[in-house]
C-alpha cells in the first residue's frame, strides 16, 4: 500500500497540470511582494506630498480632509464594496466562508484596486490609516485570483498564504507573516496550508528585497534593559498599552451603542456626510498637533525610536482619537501602522517615570504593548516589532510585554477586534446566500 500511495504521489509531483499549478502560485507570490512595494513607496509618496501641501498651508486639511474622506466614502459604497476598512477582516472572514461565491465579493479584483486606491485617497487626505491591513486583503486576492487561474482547490489556504505575504512584504518581516499566517488569519496551525504560506511568504519576500533591498522597518536599533526598572518598565507598558488598546477595540466594535442615537442614525442614513464629518474631527486634530497626527505615524514612531525627536505627552491620545475617527468613517484604510505610532507615544509619556529605562526601549515596549491591546495576537505584536527594529536583543521584554497587554486586553474587550468585524462579513454573507 505504501508503494502504491509513494508512486501515486511521485506521478503527481511530476504531472504538467501539477507543475503549471505550481508555477502559477509562485508567480502569485512573487506579484503579491511585488504590488505591496508599489503600493508601499505610492503611500510614502501620496503622504509626503501632503506633509508639504500643509507645510506650506497649515490650514488645508480643513477643507482637503472632509472632501476627500466624502469622495472615498461614495466611491466606497458605489464602487468598491467590501473595501472598506482595514481589510483584515474581510481576509478572516473569506478564510471562514466555505461559499466560492461569497468569497470571491470579499476579494475580487475590484475590490482589490478599490482598496489599494482608495487607501491612497485617504491618506491624500490627511486620515490616520495605514497601508498594511488592506496589503493583506490585496494579498489574500491576488493569490485566490492565481488559484482560479491555475484550477488549484483549496482556497481558504491561498487566502492565508496571501495574507501572510502581505504581511511579510509589506514590512519586510517574514517571520511575523508567518506567525500572523498562524495567529491572526486561522487562530490554529493548519497543515495543509503551512506549506503555501511558507512558499508564499519567501517569494514575496524575494520580489520585495529585489527592489528595496534588505532593510529595518523602523531602522536598527540595539538597545536592551538587563535590570529591575526595565522590567518594570515591561509591566507598565504591558499594562497601560493593553488598557489603552482594549479599549480602543471594545469602541470601534461597540460603537453602534457607544454613539449617541441621533449620530447612529445619521451615519446609516447619510453615511458620505458621516465620512465628510469625521474628516473635519481628523482635520482638527491634526491642526492643533501641529500636523503630527495625519496620515500612517510612521515618522513620529521612527524618530522616537531613533531619538531625534521627542513626542509630546499628547501625542498618543490625539493619535489615538484620529485612528478611531478614521476608523468609523468607513473608509478603506489600516491599523497597524498608527497603531505602532499610538504605542510610540504612550512608550514616550511614561519614559520619565522610568529614567534608568533608555528611551528607544520604552518606546518599543509601547508599541508592542498597544499593538497587541488592539489585535490580541502578542506573538505577533512582538515578532513584528522584533524584526522592524532589527533588535534580538528585546526579545524576552517585548514578548513580556505583549503577554501582558494581550491580558488586560482581553478583560476590557473578550473578542478580538479583526475577528468581531470578521463576523459582520461572515453573517452580511450568509443572509445574501440564504
Same mark, same amino acid.
Given at each position: 500500500?505504501?508503494k502504491i500511495r509513494s508512486?501515486?504521489?511521485?506521478?503527481?509531483?511530476?504531472?504538467?497540470?501539477?507543475?503549471?499549478?505550481?508555477?502559477?502560485?509562485?508567480?502569485?507570490?512573487?506579484?503579491?511582494?511585488?504590488?505591496?512595494?508599489?503600493?508601499?513607496?505610492?503611500?510614502?509618496?501620496?503622504?509626503?506630498?501632503?506633509? #508639504?501641501?500643509?507645510?506650506?498651508?497649515?490650514?488645508?486639511?480643513?477643507?482637503?480632509?472632509?472632501?476627500?474622506?466624502?469622495?472615498?466614502?461614495?466611491?466606497?459604497?458605489?464602487?468598491?464594496?467590501?473595501?472598506?476598512?482595514?481589510?483584515?477582516?474581510?481576509?478572516?472572514?473569506?478564510?471562514?466562508?466555505?461559499?466560492?461565491?461569497?468569497? #470571491?465579493?470579499?476579494?475580487?479584483?475590484?475590490?482589490?484596486?478599490?482598496?489599494?486606491?482608495?487607501?491612497?485617497?485617504?491618506?491624500?487626505?490627511?486620515?490616520?490609516?495605514?497601508?498594511?491591513?488592506?496589503?493583506?486583503?490585496?494579498?489574500?486576492?491576488?493569490?485566490?485570483?492565481?488559484?482560479?487561474?491555475?484550477?488549484?482547490?483549496?482556497?481558504?489556504?491561498?487566502?492565508?498564504?496571501?495574507?501572510?505575504?502581505?504581511?511579510?512584504?509589506?514590512?519586510?518581516?517574514?517571520?511575523?507573516?508567518?506567525?500572523?499566517?498562524?495567529?491572526?488569519?486561522?487562530?490554529?496551525?493548519?497543515?495543509?496550508?503551512?506549506?503555501?504560506?511558507?512558499?508564499?511568504?519567501?517569494?514575496?519576500?524575494?520580489?520585495?528585497?529585489?527592489?528595496?533591498?534588505?532593510?529595518?522597518?523602523?531602522?536598527?536599533?540595539?538597545?536592551?534593559?538587563?535590570?529591575?526598572?526595565?522590567?518594570?518598565?515591561?509591566?507598565?507598558?504591558?499594562?497601560?498599552?493593553?488598557l489603552a488598546g482594549g479599549?480602543?477595540?471594545?469602541?470601534?466594535?461597540?460603537?453602534?451603542?457607544?454613539?449617541?442615537?441621533?449620530?447612529?442614525?445619521?451615519?446609516?442614513?447619510? =453615511?458620505?456626510?458621516?465620512?465628510?464629518?469625521?474628516?473635519?474631527?481628523?482635520?482638527?486634530?491634526? @491642526?492643533?498637533?501641529?500636523?503630527?497626527?495625519?496620515?500612517?505615524?510612521?515618522?513620529?514612531?521612527?524618530?522616537?525610536?531613533?531619538?531625534?525627536?521627542?513626542?509630546?505627552?499628547?501625542?498618543?491620545?490625539?493619535?489615538?482619537?484620529?485612528?478611531?475617527?478614521?476608523?468609523?468613517?468607513?473608509?478603506?484604510?489600516?491599523?497597524?501602522?498608527?497603531?505602532?505610532?499610538?504605542?510610540?507615544?504612550?512608550?514616550? @509619556?511614561?519614559?520619565?517615570?522610568?529614567?534608568?529605562?533608555?528611551?528607544?526601549?520604552?518606546?518599543?515596549?509601547?508599541?508592542?504593548?498597544?499593538?497587541?491591546?488592539?489585535?490580541?495576537?502578542?506573538?505577533?505584536?512582538?515578532?513584528?516589532?522584533?524584526?522592524?527594529?532589527?533588535?534580538?536583543?528585546?526579545?524576552?521584554?517585548?514578548?513580556?510585554?505583549?503577554?501582558? +497587554?494581550?491580558?488586560?486586553?482581553?478583560?476590557?474587550? =473578550? @473578542?478580538?477586534?479583526?475577528?468581531?468585524?470578521?463576523?459582520?462579513?461572515?453573517?452580511? +454573507?450568509? @443572509?445574501?446566500?440564504?
Amino acid at each position: 500500500m505504501f508503494k502504491i500511495r509513494s508512486r501515486r504521489a511521485h506521478h503527481v509531483w511530476l504531472s504538467a497540470t501539477s507543475w503549471r499549478q505550481r508555477l502559477v502560485f509562485w508567480a502569485g507570490a512573487l506579484v503579491v511582494g511585488l504590488v505591496a512595494v508599489a503600493f508601499a513607496l505610492a503611500a510614502d509618496r501620496v503622504q509626503e506630498l501632503f506633509d #508639504r501641501a500643509v507645510g506650506i498651508m497649515p490650514y488645508l486639511p480643513v477643507i482637503l480632509s472632509p472632501s476627500l474622506l466624502a469622495v472615498s466614502a461614495w466611491a466606497t459604497l458605489r464602487w468598491f464594496p467590501n473595501s472598506q476598512g482595514s481589510g483584515i477582516p474581510q481576509a478572516i472572514a473569506a478564510h471562514h466562508l466555505r461559499d466560492p461565491e461569497s468569497r #470571491r465579493r470579499l476579494l475580487a479584483p475590484r475590490t482589490m484596486a478599490g482598496k489599494i486606491l482608495l487607501t491612497l485617497l485617504g491618506l491624500a487626505g490627511g486620515a490616520s490609516i495605514g497601508r498594511e491591513g488592506p496589503t493583506v486583503q490585496v494579498g489574500a486576492a491576488l493569490m485566490v485570483g492565481c488559484g482560479r487561474l491555475a484550477g488549484l482547490s483549496g482556497q481558504r489556504g491561498l487566502v492565508v498564504a496571501g495574507a501572510a505575504a502581505g504581511v511579510a512584504a509589506a514590512f519586510n518581516t517574514p517571520l511575523a507573516g508567518i506567525v500572523f499566517a498562524i495567529e491572526e488569519m486561522a487562530r490554529s496551525y493548519e497543515n495543509r496550508a503551512s506549506g503555501l504560506v511558507m512558499v508564499a511568504v519567501v517569494l514575496a519576500g524575494i520580489s520585495s528585497l529585489a527592489v528595496t533591498g534588505n532593510y529595518a522597518y523602523f531602522g536598527r536599533t540595539d538597545v536592551t534593559i538587563n535590570h529591575a526598572q526595565g522590567w518594570m518598565a515591561m509591566v507598565v507598558c504591558g499594562l497601560a498599552g493593553g488598557l489603552a488598546g482594549g479599549l480602543f477595540s471594545r469602541a470601534v466594535i461597540e460603537a453602534g451603542r457607544l454613539l449617541p442615537l441621533w449620530l447612529q442614525g445619521f451615519a446609516v442614513r447619510r =453615511p458620505v456626510l458621516f465620512a465628510a464629518s469625521c474628516g473635519l474631527v481628523i482635520a482638527l486634530i491634526g @491642526v492643533a498637533a501641529g500636523g503630527l497626527t495625519f496620515g500612517t505615524g510612521y515618522h513620529a514612531a521612527r524618530m522616537a525610536i531613533d531619538g531625534t525627536a521627542a513626542l509630546p505627552w499628547w501625542y498618543a491620545p490625539a493619535k489615538l482619537a484620529a485612528t478611531a475617527v478614521s476608523t468609523l468613517s468607513g473608509i478603506p484604510g489600516g491599523l497597524f501602522a498608527p497603531s505602532l505610532s499610538v504605542g510610540a507615544g504612550i512608550g514616550s @509619556v511614561l519614559s520619565p517615570l522610568l529614567t534608568q529605562v533608555p528611551g528607544p526601549a520604552m518606546i518599543m515596549l509601547g508599541m508592542v504593548a498597544y499593538f497587541a491591546g488592539v489585535t490580541q495576537s502578542p506573538i505577533t505584536a512582538f515578532v513584528i516589532v522584533m524584526e522592524m527594529t532589527a533588535n534580538h536583543g528585546m526579545v524576552v521584554p517585548l514578548m513580556g510585554a505583549a503577554m501582558i +497587554a494581550y491580558g488586560i486586553s482581553r478583560m476590557v474587550c =473578550p @473578542v478580538p477586534l479583526y475577528h468581531a468585524l470578521a463576523r459582520r462579513f461572515v453573517t452580511a +454573507a450568509r @443572509v445574501r446566500t440564504a
